[in-house]
């Protein structure tokens, strides 16, 4: 069975510091896929990243990056000078091989909500 | 840009209720979902379907059932609410590729009374 964890229910940053959050995943598969939404205030999940199990190099876009460790199941997301703007809800998933071609069943954490007060 | 649009944004019914939900894509998308959304348990897969008429159970399927006549709309129904089925609900899609990302609707917060 698949399973990830978002251990940090809620963090409470002041604009312009950096915050880490944690995402933990459990699975049998060699080949998988991890992805970050953002689920802002509107309600919409928006996609940030993918990356694919053997691509364990880290990315940066901007003032987000993300950190992919497959010894310890991880796949942390960074961000580096927060702004009031980077306030969400923000859920890390993870997607098994599918067994029927196509059909993508995506696991999600539990969440973290994110404040970044001024 | 992909558009998943959800008919409602609120909905409150009574227990015991037939409650539709309706989620529309323009992307000729194969792949819609359904999951629900509570605190505390981030969001849980209710049903798929990957090709129009074919349906998979997702995590959660009891209390619903879905319907997918044509390619861009997927129907979420509860066939009699109850109470704990008061939560939002997303729908989703995605092209047939298995690691291309979910394109999300607003979401339908339904209450049950």
């Known amino acids: 069975a698949q399973k990830v964890t978002q251990a940090q229910t809620e963090i409470s940053v002041v604009e312009k510091e950096d915050v880490t959050l944690d995402c933990v995943y459990e699975?049998?598969?060699?080949?998988?896929?991890l992805f970050w939404y953002k689920q802002p205030p509107s309600g919409e999940l928006v996609f940030l990243i993918r990356?694919?199990?053997?691509?364990?190099q880290n990315e940066i876009s901007g003032r987000y990056s993300w950190n992919f460790q497959k010894s310890t199941s991880s796949f942390n997301f960074t961000i580096t000078a927060s702004q009031v703007v980077d306030s969400a809800v923000y859920f890390c998933?993870?997607?098994?091989?599918?067994?029927?071609?196509?059909?993508?069943?995506?696991?999600f954490g539990q969440g973290t909500r994110l404040t970044i007060n001024p | 840009d992909v558009k998943v649009t959800q008919s409602s944004r609120y909905l409150v019914k009574r227990t015991g209720e037939k409650v539709f939900l309706e989620c529309v894509q323009d992307m000729d998308h194969e792949n819609m979902f359904w999951y629900r959304q509570d605190p505390g348990l981030g969001l849980r897969l209710i049903y798929f379907s990957y090709d129009v008429k074919m349906k998979e159970k997702g995590d959660i399927p009891e209390g619903y059932s879905v319907s997918r006549e044509k390619k861009e709309r997927f129907s979420l129904i509860l066939e009699s609410a109850s109470t704990n089925q008061t939560s939002m609900y997303l729908c989703?899609?995605?092209?047939?590729?298995?690691?291309?990302?979910?394109?999300f609707g607003n979401g339908t917060r339904l209450t049950v009374t």
């Open positions: 989703a899609s995605r092209d047939f590729s298995y690691n291309s990302p979910l394109h």
């Open positions: 699975t049998r598969d060699t080949t998988y896929y």
């Open positions: 998933a993870l997607t098994p091989l599918p067994i029927i071609q196509g059909a993508q069943k995506l696991v």
């Open positions: 990356r694919n199990s053997f691509d364990e």
